[in-house]
């Protein structure tokens, strides 16, 4: 059934796997045209799939190096070609290293702000005159260790508050352009990078993946690990109309965990 975003081109990048593929699944629900962007080809096929499956137009799936600025200009290229529009961006590609502080290497965090905060910064410089035009919106997708870092995620909690800045200082800029620009971060969500986190992090503590598991619903109170449906329905809320007031807003979907105010 078309829904709001019938006719909308919306991009979101880690579109493959877990989160931003079920984001893409239920934009095009809507209607929209996706353009999922992944580096692995094999889960793009995969995604592109389930994405066509839950109704809308056929995605398109571009298979790029978002590490790299050649990979993002590869992107803007095709959508460009393509469809000449942009109407929202959803970045929800990274894949920081967690791990021993000492024993994490510089590539390592070379690495994980090359794709998720320089991926994401590219992108956005990119599209924003295409999104300036559509008068559209920016989601970044980050994570909850940008208020609340932990001693084995030192890379990701460095990376996801210096997206989450970026995120604050772009949105100044959306409110002169009339693009809204907010945040979300997911609290621990039950995708296949919980599953590469929880292993890295069961060879940094010595702890086996189960008794992880069940200390990341414990330590925090909170009464099931999150889903990314969750995070997928705040995502299409944020850019419909009916959220056209929220601008600059970073939003934590982690059952409340975060224990600070903001």
């Known amino acids: 059934m078309p829904g709001e975003f019938q006719g909308k081109v919306v991009i979101v990048t ?6 931003g593929r079920q984001i893409a699944a239920d934009f095009a629900r809507e209607g929209a045209q996706t353009v999922i962007v992944s580096s692995s080809e094999g889960n793009l096929a995969a995604a592109a799939k ?26 803007h290229k095709r959508v460009q070609e393509k469809f000449k529009r942009c ?22 965090w070379m690495d994980g702000y090359a794709l ?6 590219r992108m956005c410089r990119l599209f924003w005159p ?17 208020r609340t870092p932990g001693a084995d995620f030192t890379i990701g909690g460095s990376v996801n508050a210096a997206m989450g800045n970026f ?4 949105s100044q800029l959306g ?3 009339g693009v809204n620009v907010n945040a979300i971060h997911p609290g621990v ?7 590469e986190l929880l292993d890295m992090r069961s060879r940094a503590s010595g702890k086996s993946i189960d008794q992880l598991r069940a200390e990341a619903t414990a330590k925090d109170g909170i009464r099931r690990i999150g889903t990314p449906e969750d995070v997928a329905a705040l995502t299409l809320f944020l850019c419909s109309e009916k959220a056209r007031h929220i601008q600059g807003t970073a939003i934590a979907v982690d059952g409340g965990a975060t224990v600070g105010y903001y």
């Open 50 to 75: 389930v994405v066509a499956a839950a109704g809308g137009p056929a995605p398109l799936a571009i298979a790029v190096d978002l590490r790299k600025l050649e990979g993002c200009q590869e992107v």
């Open 87 to 108: 109407d929202n961006l959803v970045n929800c590609a990274g894949a920081t290293k967690a791990g021993n502080f000492v024993e994490l290497p510089d590539e390592a």
């Open 167 to 170: 995120s604050k200082s772009l």
């Open 116 to 121: 998720k905060f320089f991926g994401c910064v």
């Open 14 to 19: 880690g579109g493959s796997r877990g989160i």
């Open 175 to 177: 409110k002169k352009d």
């Open 189 to 195: 969500t039950d995708t296949e990078r919980l599953g």
């Open 130 to 146: 295409m999104l300036k035009e559509a008068q559209g919106h920016v989601v970044n997708i980050i994570g909850g260790a940008a």
